[in-house]
């Protein structure tokens, strides 16, 4: 099983740091240890969409050598551990890049999945995530600039050592729904993992600075996305909502019983 993950994608805003704060969510939500990490050291985004923008210390630190990686750890949604980096210019300057390789060697033997979120573009900061992990996953628009970016990503991830396993197509709208997987297998070369619909409700719960399955366990998005958290951690969609269902009449069970002998 593929247990570090690279979220990228070539241009911006495809929608990787929300698949990365949702599909980690999901992840964690069955009970996998799972981190995610926020890599995109310029524009940092994760802290602020869940939250935890305010901490004291970040990945930035830890890629200046000034901490080390347990204090850049926080709580997420659904017990993902987060791994933020800082917004402010000063500690992206001091954060050197190169310093992720021997982070994550301090990681990977504790986690069962960890996702990094990516720069968008082709910076020195944003191939290092694409040669580290076991696999890089694609978010893709289903509009020609974004695949043909998504085609260099893949061939510079290649180039650096690295291994695409697959594309998401984050953002489709019902027109253009139409053999989309073939297309975007035969444009980039890879399989598609899965489709998540354009949806109101991933700004919406953005708003909350919550991720969408939480916030809107029951939209289109999110059962989209619990899709493909189910194909990466290698279960049936069935088992995953069996396991959902079990989880509750254990809560049920438990609060109906708190407190008596
Ligand atoms: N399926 C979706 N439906 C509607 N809006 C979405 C969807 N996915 C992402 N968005 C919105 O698109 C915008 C960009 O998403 P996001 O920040 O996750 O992209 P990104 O690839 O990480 O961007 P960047 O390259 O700037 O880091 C956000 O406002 C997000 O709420
Ligand atoms: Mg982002």
Redesign the pocket.
Known sequence: MVHVIT?A?G???????????NLGTVLASYGKKTFIMDA?IG?A?IGL?IGLENVPVTLHEVLAGTAGINEAIYDGPGGVKVIPSGISLQGFQQANPERLKDVLKDLVDRCDFLLI?A???ISRDGVIPLSVADGVIL?VNPELSSIVDALKTKILTEVVGGKVIGVIV???VAEHAEHLAEKMEKALGVGVIGV????????K??AFKVP?VTKFPLSD?SK?IKRIAAKIAGKTVEETEVAEKDKFIDKFAKALFRGRK
Do not use: C, H
Request: aromatic fraction near 0%; hydrophobic fraction near 40%.
């Open positions: 979220v994608s241009k911006g805003g495809t929608g990787k740091t929300t698949v990365t704060i995109d524009m985004n969409m979120d720069p968008a573009g978010v984050n953002r489709i998540i619909p354009e949806d109101p409700l991933v700004k719960a953005a969408v998005s989209a």
